[in-house]
């Protein structure tokens, strides 16, 4: 399924459902070594699903969630390896949109929110677009209008000095002088 965030569209499914899983790298074309990113709703349920949490994550969750940053972090033992690309580690993000963020309250669940896109191609900015670059590949598409902006920034904070993995709405300037401030 594709649903609009605050940061272009993302495809949605149950990580916790293998078949489910193995749909989403079906329909994007991406290899099943690299993970697949989670949408969750409060800092309470990272800690859930995390392995870890270092000073780090809860600086940049406290300022930047929700919103688009996605912060990868040891994977706990309740991720599904499969998810994680068999790293053991797991990208996170609290997304500062109602569709997504209603979906996770009714499941009860982290769910995957990878980019909605083929590997490779640019990411759908509209459920217009979205239909047109996946046609046959998604069941649904909710489409909330056109999603506008660069996207979500990722930055692994997993070793002991973090590097930005993908510039998007937060810029890594940001990242560091909010590093820096504490």
Not at 124 to 153: E, K, W, Y
Request: proline fraction near 5%.
């Amino acid at each position: 399924m594709g649903v609009p965030t605050d940061a272009l569209y993302v495809l949605v499914a149950d990580p916790l459902n293998l078949a489910a899983v193995g749909r989403v790298f079906a329909a994007k074309g991406r290899e099943s070594v690299r993970s697949l990113p989670l949408a969750i709703s409060d800092t309470l349920m990272a800690e859930d699903l995390a392995k870890e949490l270092n000073s780090r994550f809860y600086i940049l969750a406290r300022h930047f969630w929700p919103g688009a940053l996605t912060m990868i972090v040891p994977a706990s033992a309740k991720v599904p390896l499969k998810v994680t690309g068999n790293t053991g580690r797991l990208a996170m993000r609290h997304a500062n949109s109602n569709a997504l963020n209603l979906m996770i309250e009714k499941i009860g669940h982290a769910l995957i929110a990878t980019s909605a896109n083929i590997s490779g191609h640019p990411t759908a900015s509209s459920g217009i677009d979205l239909f047109a670059q996946m046609d046959s590949r998604l069941n649904l598409v909710l489409d909330g209008g056109l999603c506008a902006g660069p996207g979500a920034t990722t930055v692994d904070i997993t070793e002991p000095y973090w590097r930005v993995i993908k510039e998007g709405s937060v810029s890594e300037k940001d990242i560091a002088e909010r590093l820096r401030a504490t």
